[in-house]
């Protein structure tokens, strides 16, 4: 399933990332600031080749990247919107009551998890933004690599971010499915995220994306208690979605249709990988809405999601095997990967 080209690229990325390291710096003090100038220039060696998305890109990222994308992608930029300013209000957990202490990542207190992702809490642009003491960064070795998935493959679409919002599950889910909508959800960010594509060569040099993608990952670093509830989350959408309709259009031919996509859900295996491991069928059929005809499907996607200490990997086959025993197999790669970069180690 051949993903759609980029319309544009960032003009000055680095200039981004800069900025963001300067930010994360400047909140570090005392002892911690050497740890946290250490720190901040491996990202920046790190990040200033990798290739960072445009706006259109990053909105795009959250949405289904086959054949469904025109039915739920308007209604799936507002989502990552939506979500976005709501898990700003608390970094990596719910905002806690604005009391004299220590910043929310040097506090011993868990986040709590029972916060609903549709809270209203007001954000305060006074709260400083926490310090990130320890190990925060996710080298690439961490990640699948090609050899793992298939022959003739490159690592392409890299992306390393801190301060990321997580979408472990796709945000078009809690769109269309009520019951994972309404369901308390981890709202926090993520410490640091690395995504990357495992992808054929691309057709077109120096464009990633004329490469067919063969398995997108994509890591989270989180607080311990935090990596359990977005487990947790990601489990609980076969069991609340098992079957739900999104409606959207598409256009064929050049003629735009009104559509319904009807997506299932369905363990595969779980419980064989890391600390905690799921193996998930996304299946999608898309009908007209005047004639009920399928328009195109039944189509099968496998994601795998698995926990290894304080990492949350999602690995999503999005080619057209959809091979159980090779998506088991994927995961346990990604976990046995996970393990050189979690803390603490396996």
Request: glycine share 8%.
């Amino acid at each position: 399933m051949p993903e759609p080209m980029p319309s544009s690229r960032a003009p000055e990325p680095e200039r981004e990332a800069e900025h963001a390291l300067a930010s994360s710096s400047e909140s570090s003090a005392g002892a911690g600031k050497g740890e946290a100038t250490e720190l901040a220039g491996r990202i920046g060696q790190e990040t200033a080749a990798v290739r960072w998305l445009a706006p259109e890109e990053i909105r795009a990222r959250g949405r289904r990247r086959n054949r469904i994308r025109s039915v739920v992608g308007t209604t799936a930029v507002v989502a990552v919107v939506a979500v976005g300013s709501v898990v700003a209000v608390g970094r990596y957990g719910p905002q806690p009551s604005p009391v004299a202490g220590p910043s929310a990542a040097n506090s011993s207190t868990p986040a709590n998890s029972s916060t609903p992702a549709n809270s209203s809490t007001p954000a305060s642009s006074s709260t400083p933004a926490p310090s990130l003491p320890g190990l925060v960064e996710i080298p690439p070795s961490a990640l699948l690599q090609p050899a793992e998935v298939g022959p003739g493959l490159v690592v392409d679409r890299v992306e390393v971010r801190p301060d990321e919002v997580v979408e472990v599950i796709d945000p078009t889910v809690p769109l269309s499915c009520s019951g994972y909508a309404t369901r308390a959800r981890y709202v926090g960010l993520a410490r640091m995220i690395r995504r990357h594509t495992v992808q054929q060569r691309p057709a077109v040099p120096g464009d990633p994306h004329s490469g067919a993608a063969v398995v997108h990952e994509e890591v989270f670093r989180l607080v311990p208690d935090a990596a359990r509830q977005v487990f947790a989350d990601a489990r609980a959408v076969p069991d609340v979605c098992a079957e739900y309709v999104s409606a959207g259009a598409i256009e064929i031919d050049g003629e735009r249709l009104a559509v319904a996509a009807v997506h299932r859900w369905r363990v595969l295996a779980e419980g064989f990988a890391g600390d905690e491991s799921v193996l998930l069928d996304w299946q999608t059929t898309i009908r007209r809405e005047d004639t009920s005809a399928v328009v195109d499907g039944p189509a099968s996607r496998l994601v795998g999601v698995v926990r290894v200490a304080d990492l949350v990997a999602r690995v999503d086959r999005v080619d057209e095997s959809a091979d159980p025993a090779q998506g088991q197999a994927l995961v346990r790669a990604a976990a046995a990967r996970l393990c050189t970069a979690a803390n603490p180690r396996c």
